[in-house]
Protein backbone atom coordinates (compact mmCIF):
# COMPACT_ATOMS: atom_id res chain seq x y z
CA UNK A 1 0.00 0.00 0.00
CA UNK A 2 2.86 2.15 1.01
CA UNK A 3 4.62 1.60 -2.45
CA UNK A 4 1.73 2.30 -4.01
CA UNK A 5 0.73 5.45 -2.13
CA UNK A 6 4.29 6.49 -2.81
CA UNK A 7 4.13 5.85 -6.72
CA UNK A 8 1.01 7.64 -7.22
CA UNK A 9 2.91 10.55 -5.75
CA UNK A 10 5.93 10.46 -7.28
CA UNK A 11 3.88 10.13 -10.90
CA UNK A 12 2.28 13.03 -10.21
CA UNK A 13 5.82 15.16 -9.65
CA UNK A 14 7.04 13.54 -12.88
CA UNK A 15 4.15 14.74 -14.40
CA UNK A 16 3.36 18.00 -12.81
CA UNK A 17 -0.12 17.38 -11.80
CA UNK A 18 -2.08 16.95 -8.67
CA UNK A 19 -4.49 14.12 -10.52
CA UNK A 20 -3.09 11.38 -8.79
CA UNK A 21 -3.40 12.45 -5.92
CA UNK A 22 -6.57 13.64 -6.06
CA UNK A 23 -8.28 10.53 -7.93
CA UNK A 24 -6.92 8.52 -4.81
CA UNK A 25 -8.39 10.73 -2.56
CA UNK A 26 -12.30 10.32 -4.31
CA UNK A 27 -11.69 6.68 -4.41
CA UNK A 28 -10.38 6.19 -0.83
CA UNK A 29 -13.20 8.70 0.15
CA UNK A 30 -16.07 6.77 -1.97
CA UNK A 31 -14.76 3.49 -0.04
CA UNK A 32 -14.69 5.18 3.47
CA UNK A 33 -18.19 6.82 3.21
CA UNK A 34 -19.70 3.67 2.10
CA UNK A 35 -17.84 1.81 5.36
CA UNK A 36 -19.51 4.61 7.53
CA UNK A 37 -22.75 4.20 6.35
CA UNK A 38 -22.85 0.16 6.42
CA UNK A 39 -21.47 1.05 9.67
CA UNK A 40 -24.79 3.18 10.89
CA UNK A 41 -26.76 0.87 8.89
CA UNK A 42 -25.81 -1.62 11.56
CA UNK A 43 -27.82 0.50 14.50
CA UNK A 44 -30.74 0.71 12.95
CA UNK A 45 -30.31 3.55 10.47
CA UNK A 46 -30.76 3.90 6.77
CA UNK A 47 -28.48 6.68 5.20
CA UNK A 48 -28.42 7.91 1.85
CA UNK A 49 -25.32 6.28 0.32
CA UNK A 50 -25.80 7.36 -3.24
CA UNK A 51 -26.24 10.62 -2.85
CA UNK A 52 -24.08 10.89 -0.21
CA UNK A 53 -21.60 9.72 -2.32
CA UNK A 54 -22.52 11.90 -4.94
CA UNK A 55 -22.54 14.92 -2.49
CA UNK A 56 -19.29 13.81 -0.88
CA UNK A 57 -17.24 14.23 -4.48
CA UNK A 58 -18.63 17.33 -5.56
CA UNK A 59 -17.82 18.39 -2.15
CA UNK A 60 -14.29 17.36 -2.62
CA UNK A 61 -14.03 18.76 -5.92
CA UNK A 62 -15.01 22.32 -5.35
CA UNK A 63 -12.25 22.34 -2.59
CA UNK A 64 -9.98 20.78 -4.88
CA UNK A 65 -10.78 23.53 -7.30
CA UNK A 66 -10.24 26.06 -4.72
CA UNK A 67 -7.38 25.14 -3.40
CA UNK A 68 -5.74 25.17 -6.87
CA UNK A 69 -6.55 28.65 -7.25
CA UNK A 70 -6.19 30.28 -4.09
CA UNK A 71 -3.91 27.50 -1.70
CA UNK A 72 -6.80 27.18 0.87
CA UNK A 73 -10.41 25.81 0.89
CA UNK A 74 -13.42 26.62 2.87
CA UNK A 75 -16.45 24.04 3.00
CA UNK A 76 -18.92 25.33 0.26
CA UNK A 77 -22.28 26.49 2.35
CA UNK A 78 -24.27 26.61 -0.68
CA UNK A 79 -23.36 22.94 -2.15
CA UNK A 80 -23.82 21.65 1.70
CA UNK A 81 -27.26 23.79 1.50
CA UNK A 82 -28.29 22.47 -1.73
CA UNK A 83 -27.30 18.53 -0.52
CA UNK A 84 -29.30 18.87 2.41
CA UNK A 85 -32.70 20.03 0.52
CA UNK A 86 -31.65 17.32 -1.80
CA UNK A 87 -31.63 14.69 1.12
CA UNK A 88 -35.05 16.09 2.09
CA UNK A 89 -36.72 15.97 -0.71
CA UNK A 90 -36.14 12.23 -1.46
CA UNK A 91 -36.94 11.46 1.40
CA UNK A 92 -40.27 12.63 0.95
CA UNK A 93 -40.21 10.90 -2.98
CA UNK A 94 -39.12 7.61 -2.30
CA UNK A 95 -39.29 6.54 1.45
CA UNK A 96 -41.56 7.24 4.24
CA UNK A 97 -41.14 10.44 7.08
CA UNK A 98 -39.88 8.06 9.35
CA UNK A 99 -36.27 8.45 10.93
CA UNK A 100 -35.48 11.24 8.57
CA UNK A 101 -33.81 13.79 11.09
CA UNK A 102 -31.95 10.72 11.55
CA UNK A 103 -31.22 9.56 7.72
CA UNK A 104 -30.28 12.82 7.06
CA UNK A 105 -28.23 13.97 9.90
CA UNK A 106 -26.21 10.57 9.28
CA UNK A 107 -25.45 11.18 5.48
CA UNK A 108 -24.38 15.28 5.95
CA UNK A 109 -22.08 14.19 8.91
CA UNK A 110 -20.89 11.30 6.77
CA UNK A 111 -20.09 13.18 3.95
CA UNK A 112 -18.43 16.11 6.10
CA UNK A 113 -15.76 13.70 8.59
CA UNK A 114 -14.62 11.54 5.44
CA UNK A 115 -14.86 13.88 2.12
CA UNK A 116 -14.52 17.19 3.91
CA UNK A 117 -11.49 15.59 5.98
CA UNK A 118 -10.20 14.43 2.68
CA UNK A 119 -10.37 17.69 0.90
CA UNK A 120 -7.46 19.29 3.10
CA UNK A 121 -5.35 16.52 1.03
CA UNK A 122 -5.86 19.13 -1.51
CA UNK A 123 -5.59 22.08 0.65
CA UNK A 124 -1.87 21.36 2.19
CA UNK A 125 -0.69 20.09 -1.69
CA UNK A 126 -1.35 23.68 -2.97
CA UNK A 127 0.32 25.60 -0.06
CA UNK A 128 1.71 28.58 -1.68
CA UNK A 129 5.47 28.02 -0.36
CA UNK A 130 5.25 24.83 -2.65
CA UNK A 131 6.48 22.46 -0.91
CA UNK A 132 3.16 21.10 0.03
CA UNK A 133 3.71 17.25 -1.40
CA UNK A 134 6.73 17.43 1.63
CA UNK A 135 4.03 18.53 3.51
CA UNK A 136 1.49 15.94 2.89
CA UNK A 137 3.87 13.20 2.73
CA UNK A 138 4.55 14.13 6.29
CA UNK A 139 1.57 14.37 7.70
CA UNK A 140 0.70 10.84 6.65
CA UNK A 141 3.68 9.20 7.67
CA UNK A 142 4.08 11.58 11.09
CA UNK A 143 0.04 9.67 12.00
CA UNK A 144 0.83 6.40 10.54
CA UNK A 145 4.31 6.16 12.50
CA UNK A 146 2.31 7.10 15.64
CA UNK A 147 -0.26 4.34 15.64
CA UNK A 148 2.71 1.92 14.34
CA UNK A 149 4.77 3.28 17.35
CA UNK A 150 1.95 2.86 20.29
CA UNK A 151 1.45 -0.60 18.94
CA UNK A 152 4.67 -1.69 19.53
CA UNK A 153 5.44 -0.09 22.74
CA UNK A 154 1.70 -0.94 23.76
CA UNK A 155 2.26 -4.28 23.14
CA UNK A 156 5.95 -4.45 24.63
CA UNK A 157 5.52 -2.18 28.36
CA UNK A 158 1.84 -1.33 28.15
CA UNK A 159 0.24 -2.00 31.36
CA UNK A 160 -2.23 0.57 31.96
CA UNK A 161 -4.82 1.48 30.11
CA UNK A 162 -6.12 4.39 28.12
CA UNK A 163 -10.17 4.25 27.56
CA UNK A 164 -10.98 0.82 28.33
CA UNK A 165 -14.61 2.18 27.32
CA UNK A 166 -13.96 2.59 24.24
CA UNK A 167 -11.02 0.48 23.16
CA UNK A 168 -9.18 -2.31 25.61
CA UNK A 169 -6.27 -2.81 23.98
CA UNK A 170 -4.92 0.87 23.66
CA UNK A 171 -2.44 1.76 26.64
CA UNK A 172 -1.36 4.95 28.30
CA UNK A 173 2.25 3.22 27.47
CA UNK A 174 1.55 2.82 23.72
CA UNK A 175 0.33 6.47 23.60
CA UNK A 176 3.38 8.27 25.13
CA UNK A 177 5.23 5.72 23.04
CA UNK A 178 3.23 6.69 19.63
CA UNK A 179 3.83 10.38 20.45
CA UNK A 180 7.65 9.81 21.10
CA UNK A 181 7.46 8.35 17.29
CA UNK A 182 6.00 11.34 16.21
CA UNK A 183 8.12 13.56 17.80
CA UNK A 184 11.64 11.93 16.77
CA UNK A 185 10.61 11.91 13.41
CA UNK A 186 9.53 15.16 12.88
CA UNK A 187 12.95 16.32 14.71
CA UNK A 188 14.88 13.80 12.05
CA UNK A 189 13.01 15.27 9.30
CA UNK A 190 13.46 18.85 10.15
CA UNK A 191 17.18 18.10 10.19
CA UNK A 192 17.26 16.83 6.61
CA UNK A 193 18.02 20.00 4.40
CA UNK A 194 16.07 18.96 1.59
CA UNK A 195 12.92 18.26 2.95
CA UNK A 196 13.06 20.90 5.95
CA UNK A 197 9.96 23.14 6.42
CA UNK A 198 9.61 23.83 9.45
CA UNK A 199 12.75 25.20 12.31
CA UNK A 200 13.68 22.38 15.04
CA UNK A 201 11.27 23.42 17.66
CA UNK A 202 8.92 24.13 15.42
CA UNK A 203 8.87 20.52 14.38
CA UNK A 204 8.88 18.97 17.55
CA UNK A 205 5.72 20.84 18.49
CA UNK A 206 4.39 19.29 14.80
CA UNK A 207 5.45 16.28 15.39
CA UNK A 208 3.49 16.27 18.79
CA UNK A 209 0.17 17.92 17.58
CA UNK A 210 -0.45 15.17 14.39
CA UNK A 211 0.40 12.57 16.82
CA UNK A 212 -2.41 13.81 19.48
CA UNK A 213 -4.56 14.27 16.20
CA UNK A 214 -3.27 10.38 15.13
CA UNK A 215 -4.72 9.24 17.65
CA UNK A 216 -7.67 11.25 18.76
CA UNK A 217 -8.37 9.78 14.96
CA UNK A 218 -8.18 6.38 15.99
CA UNK A 219 -10.30 6.39 18.85
CA UNK A 220 -13.06 8.00 16.72
CA UNK A 221 -13.38 4.99 14.53
CA UNK A 222 -13.02 2.65 17.34
CA UNK A 223 -16.12 4.35 18.76
CA UNK A 224 -17.84 3.53 16.00
CA UNK A 225 -16.86 0.01 15.64
CA UNK A 226 -17.76 -0.34 19.25
CA UNK A 227 -21.01 1.26 19.15
CA UNK A 228 -22.06 -0.74 15.78
CA UNK A 229 -20.00 -4.27 18.12
CA UNK A 230 -17.81 -5.14 15.22
CA UNK A 231 -13.93 -5.50 14.83
CA UNK A 232 -13.24 -3.72 11.31
CA UNK A 233 -14.83 -0.80 9.65
CA UNK A 234 -14.68 -3.48 6.36
CA UNK A 235 -12.48 -6.13 4.85
CA UNK A 236 -10.68 -3.93 2.06
CA UNK A 237 -7.36 -5.39 3.19
CA UNK A 238 -6.88 -8.50 4.81
CA UNK A 239 -5.70 -8.12 9.21
CA UNK A 240 -5.81 -4.41 8.27
CA UNK A 241 -10.23 -3.79 7.54
CA UNK A 242 -11.46 -1.45 6.02
CA UNK A 243 -10.13 1.94 4.03
CA UNK A 244 -11.38 3.84 7.45
CA UNK A 245 -9.25 1.43 9.77
CA UNK A 246 -6.63 2.32 7.81
CA UNK A 247 -7.08 6.29 6.84
CA UNK A 248 -8.71 6.98 10.68
CA UNK A 249 -5.67 8.69 11.95
CA UNK A 250 -4.92 10.39 8.98
CA UNK A 251 -8.33 11.87 8.43
CA UNK A 252 -8.02 14.38 11.74
CA UNK A 253 -4.35 14.88 11.10
CA UNK A 254 -4.51 16.04 7.93
CA UNK A 255 -7.12 19.59 8.80
CA UNK A 256 -5.03 19.74 12.49
CA UNK A 257 -1.95 19.83 10.21
CA UNK A 258 -3.20 22.41 7.78
CA UNK A 259 -4.45 24.67 10.52
CA UNK A 260 -1.20 24.11 12.73
CA UNK A 261 0.52 25.31 9.41
CA UNK A 262 -1.63 28.14 8.59
CA UNK A 263 -0.88 29.27 12.39
CA UNK A 264 2.94 29.06 11.89
CA UNK A 265 2.48 30.94 8.87
CA UNK A 266 0.93 33.66 10.69
CA UNK A 267 2.99 33.70 13.66
CA UNK A 268 5.59 34.05 11.09
Not at 22 to 49: H, N, S
Request: proline content about 3%; overall charge neutral; aromatic content about 14%.
Amino acid sequence: MMAAFVGIIALDVFLDTDLGLGCLAILVGTIGLLEFYDIAGKKGFDPFRRSGIIGGTLIFITCWSEARSHGSISLNLYLLFGIVCWLFLWQALSRDLKHIVENVSITVFGILYVFFFLSFTMAIRHLPEGNGLIVFFGIVFLAKCTDIGAYFVGKKFGRHRLFPAISPNKTLEGAIGGLCFSILIAVVWSLVPQVRVLPLLWAALFGFVIGIAAMGGDLMVSMLKRDAGIKDTGNLVPSFGGALDIIDCVLTSLPVGYCFLSFYGWYV
